[in-house]
């Protein structure tokens, strides 16, 4: 806006170049001057070296500018930061751990936004065992609050490969699910209370530790998955519940999905609220991982699926691993499973995770490929698998499917390899053709083309396919209510 009045005023001569530039210059170095007032200027980063790494995510898929980073400390900095970059009319883009899987965290290309990373803000504000709550602020890692909530003889369920890196801001501001949900639910489910700054610097301290309140719109929600675009997370409180004393881990081999779906329901019944993970993998996805990591176990080899089933219980001397092996022995009677594995101690149990744990690096290391992150009613599962499988081999002759995922939620990661001999990236061209088909055939079987990694931008424009014009329009006026400025994360979910 400022910029258009400038060209209007002192039109468009040299002069007028000279003009614009200067007052340009001005207002970096007020609002320059106001983040070292905010932060101290140690933690305004501006040298190309200092800044690249928070420029692009993980996997080097997005790349952005931004004309700073800034490191807050405490709420109040953060506050401070965005009333300065508001009054500038400067875009923000929060930033985590940067693991994020869709360049939410990336700023866009040519942006002169303000990166905020609150990786400084990693602070246990406090554990409440008896109300089996812990107060924690955006920048601690996913590892350092399960390691808090361990200490204090409970568990913070949430579980994800990335968790030694990502953040508590960006599990919610992602509403990240990993390989609990079954037992514990997304973030969504794991957060009471929150504590916002919003776009125009004033801080919602919502930090309620309450299981009970109905006093009015919930609207830690609307901060819970919206990906920075809302506001800036800066604490939360989060449940906690009994740690775990036994564990059980076991490993089965099936023919295939409507298998795989038998003994989820037969695990549920068995297991009951102590089934907490159960996780599908193909066995391309896990001779893929093996030929990446060698030193990797194959227990039961040759089979085309596989599931790996989790079950904990907070009761000392619970029979559960007995549990799991009757179940398991009927479900071998019944022919749904062809052939099983229970784990004999926790190193048989980790390097069985491992499997599961370590396919998306074997993925990247195996070369680019075009993934799909999608959810749907698990009764609708073997049937899309089906007619994706049919449509993609007629689109893209010779694909490789490496298809894993948290059945016990709907959740497949549906990725798609180069055929062998096709150069990875030549086969990324055909990243649109593949998206049509899966999501399309995901919104026909009622499912979510983004379950757990987000919108970001790499899925906005499928996002406005997807959604209702009710729906869209919805989200549009919260985001223009709570960001009239749009100036939180811009180009990004919407
Ligand atoms: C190996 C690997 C495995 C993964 N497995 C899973 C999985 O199983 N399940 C799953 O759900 N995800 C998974 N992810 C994705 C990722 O780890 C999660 O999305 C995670 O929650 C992101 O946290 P982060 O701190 O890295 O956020 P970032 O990547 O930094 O940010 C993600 C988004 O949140 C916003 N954001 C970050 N912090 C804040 C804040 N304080 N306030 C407001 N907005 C904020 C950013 O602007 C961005 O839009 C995985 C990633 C990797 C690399």
Redesign the pocket.
């Known amino acids: 806006m400022e910029v258009s009045k400038v060209e209007i005023r002192f039109g468009c001569g040299r002069q007028a170049i000279r003009l614009l530039s200067s007052f340009m210059m001005d207002i970096r170095a007020t609002l320059r001057a106001r983040l070292d007032a905010a932060v101290g200027s140690a933690q305004v980063l501006t040298a190309p070296g200092d800044i690249a790494p928070y420029l692009t995510?993980?996997?080097g898929r997005f790349h952005g500018n931004a004309q700073a980073v800034v490191r807050p400390g405490t709420t109040h900095e953060v506050a401070d930061v965005v009333r300065a970059c508001a009054d500038a009319r400067v875009p923000i883009?929060?930033?985590?751990?940067?693991?994020?899987?869709?360049?939410?965290?990336t700023p866009q290309p040519g942006s002169e936004a303000v990166v905020?990373s609150?990786a400084r803000?990693n602070r246990i504000r406090a554990v409440d065992a008896a109300n089996a709550t812990m107060t924690v602020e955006?920048?601690a890692?996913?590892v350092a609050v399960q390691d808090a909530a361990a200490a204090a003889g409970l568990l913070f369920p949430l579980?994800?490969?990335?968790?030694g890196?990502?953040?508590?801001?960006?599990?919610?501001?992602?509403?990240?699910?990993?390989?609990g949900v079954l037992r514990f639910g997304?973030?969504r489910e794991l957060t009471l209370g929150i504590e916002?700054v919003l776009a125009d610097g004033r801080v919602w301290d919502g930090l309620r530790g309450l299981r009970k309140d109905n006093t009015g719109y919930d609207l830690k929600q609307l901060?819970i998955g919206?990906?920075?675009?809302?506001?800036?997370?800066?604490a939360a409180v989060l449940k906690l519940f009994p740690a775990p004393v036994t564990r059980a881990t076991a490993f089965a081999a099936l023919a295939d999905v409507p298998a795989a779906i038998d003994l989820l329901r037969a695990m549920k019944q068995a297991l009951g609220d102590r089934l907490v993970g159960f996780e599908l993998i193909s066995g391309p996805s896990l001779a893929l991982t093996r030929r990446q990591f060698p030193s990797l176990p194959d227990p039961l080899p040759g089979h085309p699926w596989y599931a790996l089933v989790q079950a904990d219980d907070s009761a000392a001397n619970s029979p559960l691993a007995a549990a799991l092996e009757q179940a398991l022995a009927a479900a071998l009677e019944r022919g749904t499973v062809d052939d099983a594995t229970v784990a004999q101690s926790g190193e048989q149990a980790d390097s069985l995770w491992a499997l599961r744990?370590n396919i998306?690096?074997a993925q990247r290391l195996d070369g680019p490929n075009i993934k799909h992150?999608i959810s749907l009613p698990v009764s609708a599962i073997p049937r899309f698998l089906d007619e994706a499988e049919t449509a993609l081999t007629v689109a893209l002759p010779g694909l490789r499917f490496v298809t894993f995922g948290?059945l016990g939620d709907g959740n497949l990661h549906y990725n798609l390899a180069a055929p062998a001999g096709v150069a990875p990236e030549t086969f990324l061209a055909h990243t649109p053709v593949a998206n049509r088909i899966v999501h399309d055939l995901v919104a026909a079987h009622g499912g979510s083309i983004s379950?757990?990694?987000?919108i970001?931008q790499q899925k906005k424009d499928e996002l406005t396919r997807y959604k209702s014009a009710v729906e869209l329009d919805l989200m549009r006026a919260i985001k223009a209510a709570l960001d009239p400025a749009a100036l939180l994360?811009p180009g990004?979910?919407l």
Do not use: P, Y
């Not at 883009?93 to 965290?105: D, H, I, P």
């Open positions: 995510d993980w996997r883009v929060a930033q985590g751990g940067n693991t994020g899987q869709c360049g939410g965290a905020i609150l803000m955006a920048g890692t996913l579980s994800l490969a990335a968790e890196s990502c953040t508590i801001g960006g599990n919610l501001s992602t509403n990240a699910g990993g390989t997304n973030a916002v901060f919206a990906e920075g675009t809302l506001g800036i997370v800066t744990e998306a690096e992150d948290h379950a757990e990694h987000g970001g994360n990004k979910v």
